[in-house]
């Protein structure tokens, strides 16, 4: 199993980055994928969510009408649009896989002790 996130940068405030987060290894389909972030000092945080059978998805309010989650299930990969970036943005973002997708389709913020399969992280920063 393996996921492998991409696309994090530096970029200046009001910038845009898209992530993307490669899967291979298991059922692509059956699995809620989501992205979680984390700045130095501060613990993990979900940000956004997608399923894998109907494509939910969740925001935390902090990203809301700036980041768009999608997946291309033939690609088993998955994109998060972040626009308007600020510098609360900048960490370093994780995808994650958890089996189902009762928790997305149910509006609940992704929980990091539910997922199963991570990927290694990519560095987003927000600086002038």
């Known amino acids: 199993v393996q996921l492998q996130a991409s696309g994090g940068g530096l970029v200046q405030p009001g910038g845009s980055l898209r992530l993307s987060c490669a899967a291979s290894?298991?059922?692509?389909?059956?699995?809620?994928i989501s992205w979680f972030r984390q700045a130095p000092g501060k613990e993990r945080e979900g940000v956004s969510s997608i399923s894998g059978s109907d494509g939910s998805t969740y925001y935390v309010d902090s990203v809301k009408g700036r980041f768009t989650i999608s997946r291309d299930n033939a690609k088993n990969t998955v994109y998060l649009q972040m626009n308007s970036l600020k510098p609360e943005d900048a960490a370093v973002y994780y995808c994650a896989a958890e089996e189902g997708d009762f928790y997305v389709r149910a509006g609940f913020k992704p929980n990091s002790a539910r997922y199963d399969y991570w990927g290694q992280g990519t560095l987003v920063t927000v600086s002038s």
């Open positions: 290894g298991f059922t692509f389909d059956d699995y809620t």
